[in-house]
C-alpha cells in the first residue's frame, strides 16, 4: 500500500491548508485511515483517524473543533482539513493505514502502513 500525502506548505497563523493522501491499493475503503504528525526534536503524536465508513471520527484533543478528517472511498483518498493553524501545528504530516482492529487508533504501532509525510510550517 503506497500513501503518498500531498497539500503541505507554509501558511500564517490562523490560516488553513488540506491535505490529501492517495491510497493505492484495492481494499482502501476496509481500513481505518490516521493522520499523524511530528515536529522537530519531538515524538510522532496522534492527530485524527476515521473508519472505514468514514462515520467515526478521533481527534487528538489539541486538533479537536479546528481539524476535519474525512475520507472519498470512491477517490482512494483520506483528507485532514485543518483551520485556524497555529505555529505549534508546525510538523511533518504522515498518513497511515491500518488493515486490523485490534488497539487503538491513536496509537501509531496500531498502524502498517506509512507515508511520506508533508511538511506543514505555520509562522506566527
Known amino acids: 500500500v503506497q500513501l503518498p500525502a500531498s497539500g503541505g506548505g507554509l501558511v500564517q497563523a490562523g490560516g488553513s491548508l488540506r491535505l490529501s493522501c492517495a491510497a493505492s491499493?484495492?481494499?482502501?475503503?476496509?481500513?481505518?485511515m490516521g493522520w499523524f504528525r511530528q515536529a522537530p526534536g519531538k515524538e510522532r503524536e496522534f492527530v485524527a483517524a476515521i473508519n472505514w465508513s468514514g462515520d467515526i471520527t478521533y481527534y487528538a484533543d489539541s486538533v479537536k473543533g479546528r481539524f476535519t478528517i474525512s475520507r472519498d472511498n470512491a477517490k482512494n483518498t483520506v483528507y485532514l482539513q485543518m483551520n485556524s493553524l497555529k505555529s505549534e501545528d508546525t510538523a511533518v504530516y504522515y498518513c497511515?493505514?491500518?488493515?486490523?482492529?485490534?488497539?487503538?487508533?491513536?496509537?501509531?504501532?496500531?498502524?502498517?502502513?506509512w507515508g511520506q509525510g508533508t511538511l506543514v510550517t505555520v509562522s506566527s
Open positions: 497511515a493505514a491500518r488493515t486490523y482492529s485490534s488497539g487503538s487508533n491513536r496509537n501509531s504501532g496500531n498502524y502498517n502502513y
Open positions: 491499493g484495492r481494499t482502501f475503503s476496509s481500513y481505518t
